[in-house]
């Protein structure tokens, strides 16, 4: 069906910035979105930005000025450029594809993410 490769993320100080990588490979004919959820031990699951095959995006409040996603629809590639980080956006970062083919969500293993303050 459709694979997810992940790239980046690792620690980091607070202000630094990270780039996350998410590179889709498999049977895929038409995705709708590509993103990354983040979750913490303990909290609920996180939407912290996601872009439509058509360039739209959608960011989480706490990440907005801070984060930009973009996408190679042609590369079937998104990337999560992370700036000004904060030791509260420690978390495990998870790629996501929303599949119109399939009709179901794709997961990535997680990366994690770690800002020290």
Do not use: H
Not at 35 to 47: A, D, I, S
Not at 53 to 74: L, Q, W
Not at 92 to 109: A, E, K, Q
Request: net charge positive.
């Amino acid at each position: 069906q459709v694979q997810l490769a992940e790239s980046g993320g690792g620690s980091v100080q607070a202000g630094g910035s990270l780039k996350l990588s998410c590179v889709a490979s498999g049977s895929i004919f038409s995705i709708r979105a590509m993103g990354w959820y983040r979750q913490v031990p303990g909290k609920q699951r996180e939407l912290v930005a996601s872009v439509t095959s058509g360039g739209s995006t959608n960011y989480a409040d706490s990440v907005k000025g801070r984060f930009t996603i973009s996408r190679e629809n042609a590369e079937n590639t998104a990337y999560l450029q992370m700036n000004s980080l904060r030791p509260e956006d420690t978390a495990v970062y998870s790629c996501f594809v929303d599949s119109l083919t399939y009709r179901r969500y794709f997961w990535g293993r997680g990366t994690q993410v770690t800002v020290s303050s």
